[in-house]
Every structure is written in C-alpha cells, then in structure tokens.
C-alpha cells in the first residue's frame, strides 16, 4: 500500500502551513512530496466524500483507500471552505483512524482512579441505572450534556439531552465565541457574511486566518491583498497573518473596546458616519453619539498604547473607504470569549460597522438564505416531550443564547448539587474551557461523568464511564451545510477497531438503557433522508452518492444593497433596555478588563494564547506527524517581548518560570519584538495532562492553568487571557 510517511509528511505540511493556503504549492506538488510508494501503486482506488473534523471549518474532502485502508486525502473542489485544498492539520487529522493511542473498549474507573475494559452492555446497564437513579431523585434538569458540534454528534447529543426533558445542552462556545454571540443576538440577532472580495478595507482584531486556516479564506484574502486591499491588525502579536496587513496596530491586550470606542467617537464628532444608513436602518443613535463623546483619540491612547494619531488616522480612512470597510467579526480571538469587557467590544464592532453603513452593501457585510433541510417528521421521529425547566444557568446568564449556554456554569452547577450526570461528546473542557485542575475537581464532584471520544483526553480521565467513538471517516453522519452547499459524511474507510461504535449507534443505544429508546427508533440514513427531502431529486441523488451537493436556495447571500437585517424591525439597535436585563448599559460604554498588568511591575504580564496553523487546540497534539512539527521547530516555545526580557535577563531558548494565583509551570522563552511588551504569548494547544496521550506530553504549558475559574458576568464566557503572570529566568 501507499503510505504517508512521517518525513515526508513533515516535508510537505510544513510548506502546507506556510503557502499552500496562499495558493503557491498545488496538491500535486505535496502529494509528490508526500507520499512514498510501497509496492501497491496498482491497487484499485476507492473514492469517497466526507468534511474534515479537525477543526469546526468542516472543510469538504475526498477520502482515497486502497485495499480498505486510507491512501490520500484531498481538499473538495466544490466545498465552499477547501475548494480543493487541505491544510496540514487536516491531512494529520485523518491519520487519528490509525493512532496507536485511540479508544478501542469501553472503559469504567476503579475505585483507584484506575480504569478497566467492560463490555459495551454492562456500560450501558450501569449508565443506565444511574441515569435513571438521577432523574429520581432530581428531575432530568440535573443531567446536562456537552458537545464540541459535529454532524452527528450536534444532532444526537441535543436530542439525547432534549429527551428526557432538559435543555442542557452546551457547546465549547464559552471558550470560543460565546460573548460574540450574544452581542450579535441584541444587536442585529446573528452575523453577517464579509464580502472581501470587493472590501477596500478590512480590520482584524485578534484575528488571524492565518493560524486558525479555512484554506478557502486564506487563500481568498491572498488574493485580494493582490488587488489592493488594505488590512489593519489589531493584535498584541504579529500573528500569521500580519504580514499581510499595511498597518500593524500592537494594542495593549483587553484594550480593544477602548479603540473602538475612540474610532466611533472620530466617525461621530467630525460626521463622517454614513447618515442615509443610520436614519433608515438604526435605532438609539442619539444615545450612542452621547456615549461616545467623551471617548476620544487621546482618552484611547492612554488606555491601548496607541498613539492617538493613529487611532485617529485609521477611523478616518476607514470612513473614507466605507461602505466597502469593515471589522471582520472574529472568532474566539480578542472579543470571542477573551476579557472581562468582551461582550461589550463585540457589541461595539458591530455598532462601528454600522456607522460605515456597510451593511448590504457590495464589499461591506450582508445576508441571505442558506440551505434549509427538511423537518423529522413520521412516526419514526416521536416529538420530544416539553422542558421541564430552562437551561440551566440561564437566570444567570439572561442574555446568552440558548442554544449555546455556558457549558463553565455547569461545572459550577456541580459543586452547588445542582447538576449530577453529565455528559460529554467528543468535547474536553478539563484543559481547553477554564483552568484545568479546578474544573477537573468540579467533575470529581458529580455522581456520573460519561464521556465519548476517541482518545483518552483529559476529561476522559475525571470520566465514571468512557465509550469508544469511531473517527469522522469510519462513519456516516448526518448532513450539515455551509452557504449553499450541503453535505454528507459518507464513510471513507471500514472500522479500524472492531469495539468501537459511531456516534449514532452509541446515542441510540444509550438512549434504549435510560429509558428513552422511543426517541431513537431510526437509523442515521433515516434522518439524512428527511432532512435532504425537500430538494431536487438531482441534488439527493448527488448528496448520497458524492456527499457534497449545491441547492438551490430562494434567497442566496449576497450584497444587493438591502440590510435584510433578522431584527423584527429589521435594524440595529445602538441602544437598548435588554442590555439592563444582563447587567450592562442601555448605551455602550468603556469597561476596564478584569485584570491589568503594572508595567512598572516588570516581571509581571497578561498570559495570552492562540492558534497556530498545525493545530486545533489539544485535539491534534497526540498525532505524531502534527506534534513532530512542533518539536522540529520549538513552536511550543513562550513568546517574551525582547526588551522586557532583556530586564529579566532572558535570552532565547532560556528556561523561564511563569507563576500565577492558581499555578507555576517551566517553559522555554522565545523573545521577539514581534509581541505588545505588557504580555507573553502561547499556542493554546499545549500542556497537556492525559498520561494515555504520550506524543505531545511535556511540551509547552496550558495557558488555561493560570488562568482562575471564571465566567465573563454578561455572557458566561470563560475569559480565556483575564490573568496576571509573573516570569523570572531558571537557573541552568
């Protein structure tokens, strides 16, 4: 058979990771230097399609295998995300199937923090008895369950918990962009799709496709740097795709919300807002303009390091190109779930590109209609009983989505006796959502812990039970969609190890032991025929035998000059009474990040983290070919600014010890000018915990483990950098 090899995978990811998604390395090319021929160059190729699981892109591929085992993978022409392109974490990811460290049993844990293989009826008999002991004695409200969204695990999992009657379910959205969310469902109710490709103007803030890679955006935004588009990165660090940008604004971290808010007051004071736009499409602007007075270019300087002329500046040409500028919406980056203040910084960037009237406009932001599937409906689809109660945390957290809920509350919902079974789907919060030691000791508080997976993660390791799941491309899941196009997991090769089970088969089972089997009473081909119901025969046809399909849809998006805001009244709301609901103001307005390093302080810093373009967080450093990568080129190391280390007397490659309230961990240093010198920085795929996940133990630190279990007061985020560190150099 032919194989990748690990050097020639190192070989060819590493350029993957630097160029192929700006366009510059063919798969052709990498697939030469990839593979190495083994002898079976004429055996029959088998071809299906599948979307990635390395990351929450879902980028479409193609799985090629020869003799039942996996050969290649490619990026799918047609998927909006790939168009024929795979970065390096994707092709390593599919090598999961064959890690020697995957799940291969269902697992209980011994009295002595041990664990042992069962068998899959005595886990689910087990399961069963303690679920139902649960809802006894608590009512279903005390089960919750959380889900990293996939495909089938987002289906199966929501209905599992919806079952029985709660509507605890969570997603790793409060260590991802959950104070997003919840800014974007007060002011306009969701977030809009960019058109770069006739933007003039685009600012990032704490964002970087480069190292958290769609391959279709990075190569995308490439190109339109081509043709001339100006790009502004905030960001406390020259991050990957920095160098790209014409202006690089190396922000004070936790500070943004002051920049925006100073960009705001130039657009208000000197009129340079898009007033057409406000008059017919807004509402509270008066308030807003009263809020914002105050906030000006110097006020900012002080508080983001910024030189007021230049936050003056950049409003100024952002005016000057709108409706064609705008700030990118982000992710996790600086307002996903970052700082104490990041509700508010989302809230403010949405309200900035509105006063650029960019919304519906061509090179601005807009909507549209993407792929509706059908309805389950049928005998096969019993409807779901009511709620007995609503999510749990809820009446904490009023403003924050339902259907995402902050999945850290519920670990505090344990210690308080509030939640007593839980669930957990191919998701880890142990080291990835809040600090990892204080969350680890919540879960040893619950009377059950379930966790299904496909390695042995840190979660796993506080687990009561742990069920073995297949990987992404020994399975068929059900559809899932990006703009226009749908797709389907068709499974690209047979099961490597017999005792492990889909997700779908996994759900159906234990849903038969709880006592809520008459859920459950389809196959996932049942669910995939009901929701494709509704197109065109053509389009189902395509979908179940290609797994990627374009559908038609009524009302595409695309920037034709109308908002079509999802507001009721289809505009933004600049001020409003809900923000009091949640402990905000009516009006925007300026909050200090919870923690502030002293710069007179020298030793002493703000611990940030980020992506880097080999990994999904901790999900990938146990795949040799990735984590080799890694060692190869020191990226574990802990970025220093270069005169604050000169200070400490720290060079490169010196030993470093970061302390904070909550841990003290070694690391190594690598200094640069290129890092805001009030902070250092991390990937955020390190320090992991597990014994069972040997290829990436030892290395780096978990930024996670400085920072105190916390939950931002307005959204329930975990405010993943508000920590203090203190560095000093190790003694050799």
Known sequence: MTKLTRRGFLKASTATAAVATLGTLSYQDWQKQAYASEGEADAEVQISSSTCNACSNKCGLEVFTKNGKLWKIKGSNIHPNSLGTLCARGHGFATNAYNDARLTSPLKKNEDGTFSEISWEQAYQEIGEKVKKIIAEDGPQALAITQDPRPSGKFYSKRFMNAFGSQNVYTHHAACNLSKLTAYAHTIKKEPKCDFNNADAVMFIGRSFGDGIKPSA????????????????VDPRFNATAHMAKDWLAIRPGTDLALILAMSNVLVTEELYDKDFIENYTTGFDEFAEAVKD?????????????????KEVAEFMAEKAPKAFIEPSWRAAFGCSYYNST??????????????????KGGMYYGDGVKFGKLEGPK??????????????????????????????????????????????????????????????????????????????????????????????????PSSTGTVADVRLQGIPKVHENTRPVDQIFTELAEACGIGEYFTFTVQDVIDAQIAPFPDEVKEKLLKEGIAKVPVENPKKPDGDPHFPNDDNKIHFADDVWLEGGLGRNIQWIEPKYMPNPDNIDEFRLIAGKQSIHSHTMTTNIPHLIQITKDYDLDRVWINTKRAEALGIKEGDKIEISSEVSTTPAIAHVTERLHPDCIWTASHYGTKSPYLTEGAGLGISSMDHTPFHMEPFSGSNMSQENLVHVKKMEA
Not at 218 to 233: D, F, P, S
Not at 295 to 311: C, D, G, R
Not at 344 to 361: S, V
């Open 218 to 233: 990075m190569k995308n935004l490439a190109n339109n740097v081509k043709r001339g588009l100006h790009i502004i990165m």
């Open 295 to 311: 906030y000006t270019p110097e006020w900012a300087a002080e508080i983001t390091t910024l030189p007021a002329s230049k936050i």
């Open 344 to 361: 508010e910084t989302a809230r403010a960037t949405i309200l900035f590109n509105a006063l650029l009237g960019c919304y519906g406009k």
């Open 381 to 478: 689809f019993k409807k779901l009983p009511e709620p007995v109660a609503p999510q749990y945390g809820s009446d904490r957290f009023p403003l924050t989505p339902t259907g995402s809920g902050s999945s850290v509350v519920v670990a505090e919902g344990i210690e308080k006796g509030d939640i007593k079974g839980l669930f957990y789907y191919q998701s880890n919060p142990v080291i990835g959502y809040t600090n990892a030691e204080d969350f680890g000791k919540r879960l040893d508080m619950a009377d059950l812990v379930v966790v299904i997976d496909v390695q042995m993660s840190e979660t796993a390791m506080h687990a009561h039970y742990v069920l073995p799941d297949t990987t992404y491309i020994e399975r068929m899941e059900v």
